[in-house]
């Protein structure tokens, strides 16, 4: 469960990033917003092109192919030949959050219009290198026929980039909306706007302004509100898993700002309060500007906080160079904490006196005093100036694949574990993967941008990279190797008594790299090469001498065998397609509460990892 991974505001030219951590109250939000899928209650009218089903699955070879299997959860809509119609929501929305999967038949079109009027474009984009707005997590173009033939279309947002998945594979979108405004007599004052699009885990969208209504919205007339649309007279497409935040209450305000501010003085023990303050007034706002020191200072602040509505509330404190700590009602709603801190508090209706207390200590950071507060059906607003600062003053150091590209580093994977002897290979066809020299396995890929090297190279460093685009994780490392007494064997976490060493790798003519391990007395070659389109990686192990009774693990987690030698792996995450393994016949298997899939290994292996 997720709130905002990270929600942008924009002052001028200058950007303020606030992460947010998703707090208890925030998940029971969330929850509260789920629309259920039992049945099509929630929408309004749907046309017979729409269904809720358990299960749904296209076929990654043909085109607009989607089968389901009946039952509840997944709202599924198969348009056929004639009379498919869009599907529209009950409720309508203002500003609002929206988070989902869906998935996506092969060649299939669809789109997610935000009240009516603006589309987040749905494609099967996989495999696409450069994007457009008509691609998969684009914002549609605007449209006027009275245009120049190949004019017509304008002002389209294409995303950042690709990070697409395979038809039949679930992908997770979640889509922040910032409604027009309007004046008292209805005259627009500022645009929609899309505040972020996140797809597969990459931010696609950024802060984008909407000028006007999309092509093929329900009306040209922009308004506060209007209903969530899905498109549903193109191609077949599923959803689940779908929550809808509405952002229409009022947020908190301050009122009766006074402050004090102080030369020296720490906040733990209050010795400020022996010190004659250097200044004090009233303010009209939060803002470290009050201070004309630049360090060595301490600034209070007192005041009310207006609520409107019950709940439970999240604030987040930004206090770089210093400590700092935020108190209503003389509870810590954010205890004290260096450089930023957050918290949470319940509050009734009302106003509440407040204290807050900066006390910066740090001399080459900046002052900037930064406050938010998100609560139920507020979303995320700062109530401080805009002289905030996001705590990080380090540019990433980026790292590009313009071509095959070799990095070896630290990887951090899902769980706490860290690969120590990771092998990271780019390619120009935005396919990425790391593979890890202690187990002889890949652990994860990617699709997208190479690596961020940020925190191996940034001052001292501590040797790791990340996975710059759309991650797919690929389980715990385990040796991929391993010999059996039978197939319901289980299989062991390290190299232990396989005479495991790993003889590094050598390159082609075009820099691909294929890895050399000895297991068993044998040596092997591990080769991958990136498929057609950055669509997958096709996987070559070869052994030069058979040895009695191994098996090669390909996957762990949910297994759904789907016929041909494809398997959906981890609830349709991703697919692993066995190309030709020699006859062997590979094994589902139950191990330790997962799954795993197997099979028998001789002197050759192909298969496939698509995603």
Not at 135 to 147: A, F, L, Q, V
Not at 150 to 163: F, T, V
Not at 433 to 446: F, N
Request: charge should be neutral; aromatic fraction near 10%; charged fraction near 20%.
């Amino acid at each position: 469960m997720h709130c905002f991974n990270q929600s942008p505001k924009l002052f001028g030219k200058k950007r303020f990033w606030i992460a947010c951590v998703c707090l208890l109250g925030c998940q029971q939000l969330k929850a509260q917003n789920a629309v259920s899928l039992n049945d099509l209650s929630f929408f309004d009218n749907p046309s017979s092109n729409w269904k809720v089903a358990a299960n749904a699955q296209a076929d990654i070879t043909q085109d607009e192919v989607l089968t389901t299997k009946d039952g509840s959860g997944i709202l599924v809509n198969l348009p056929g030949k004639k009379g498919a119609k869009d599907l529209f929501t009950k409720t309508v929305y203002g500003d609002a959050d929206l988070e989902l999967d869906y998935m996506m038949a092969k060649a299939s079109n669809s789109g997610i219009y935000l009240q009516g009027r603006y589309e987040i474009q749905l494609l099967d984009s996989w495999g696409t290198v450069n994007p457009k707005s008509g691609d998969n997590g684009g914002i549609y173009e605007r449209w006027d026929d009275s245009k120049p033939d190949g004019q017509q279309g304008y002002d389209g947002h294409a995303p950042r980039q690709n990070a697409s998945r395979a038809p039949g594979l679930w992908q997770h979108m979640k889509i922040s909306f910032q409604a027009p405004r309007f004046d008292a007599n209805g005259q627009k004052i500022s645009n929609a706007k899309v505040l972020y699009v996140w797809l597969n885990g990459v931010l696609i969208q950024d802060n984008v302004e909407l000028a006007g209504p999309t092509r093929g919205a329900f009306d040209s007339k922009e308004a506060a509100t209007g209903p969530l649309r899905l498109q549903g007279d193109h191609g077949p497409v599923a959803f689940r898993n779908i929550r809808i935040t509405s952002y229409d209450k009022p947020h908190p305000a301050l009122s009766n700002l006074k402050y004090w501010v102080y030369k020296g003085g720490e906040i733990a023990g209050d010795s400020y309060k022996k010190l004659k303050p250097e200044s004090e007034g009233t303010s009209p706002v939060l803002s470290s500007n009050q201070s004309k020191l630049n360090n060595d200072f301490l600034i209070r602040y007192t005041g009310n906080i207006q609520i409107k509505e019950a709940g439970e509330y999240a604030f987040k404190l930004s206090v770089p160079g210093g400590k700092g700590v935020f108190r209503i009602n003389g509870s810590d709603a954010v205890a004290l904490a260096e450089n930023r801190g957050e918290g949470k508090i319940q509050l009734q209706p009302g106003d509440h006196p407040f204290e807050l207390l900066y006390s910066k200590t740090v001399d080459w950071a900046k002052p900037a005093l930064g406050l938010t507060v998100a609560g139920p059906g507020v979303r995320e607003y700062l109530l401080s100036d805009a002289n905030v600062s996001n705590n990080d003053p380090v540019d990433p150091i980026l790292i590009n694949a313009t071509s095959n590209t070799i990095l070896r580093s630290f990887s951090d994977l899902p769980g706490g574990i860290r690969v120590t002897h990771g092998v990271n290979v780019g390619s120009s066809e935005q396919l990425h993967y790391t593979y890890d020299l202690d187990k002889g396995m890949i652990v994860e890929i990617w699709r997208g941008g190479f690596l961020d090297a940020t925190p191996m190279w940034h001052d001292r460093g501590d040797g790791s990279s990340r996975p710059s685009g759309s991650v797919q994780y690929l389980g715990k490392p385990v040796p991929a190797i391993e010999k059996l007494s039978d197939a319901s064997a289980a299989w062991a976490l390290d190299t232990a008594g396989t005479g495991y060493r790993p003889k590094g790798y050598v390159l082609n003519a075009d820099d691909v790299p294929a890895f050399k391990y000895i297991v068993y007395g044998s040596p092997v070659t591990d080769a991958s090469s990136v498929m057609d389109k950055g669509q997958g990686i096709h996987r070559e192990i070869t052994l030069a001498n058979a040895v009695d009774g191994l098996f090669y693990h390909l996957a762990s987690g949910n297994i759904e065998a789907l016929g041909n030698g494809l398997y959906a792996i981890d609830d349709k995450s991703y697919y692993i397609r066995i190309d030709d393994a020699a006859g062997a016949k590979a094994v589902v298997r139950d191990a330790g509460g997962k799954q795993e899939l197997i099979i028998p290994i001789q002197k050759k292996l192909t298969y496939s990892i698509i995603f």
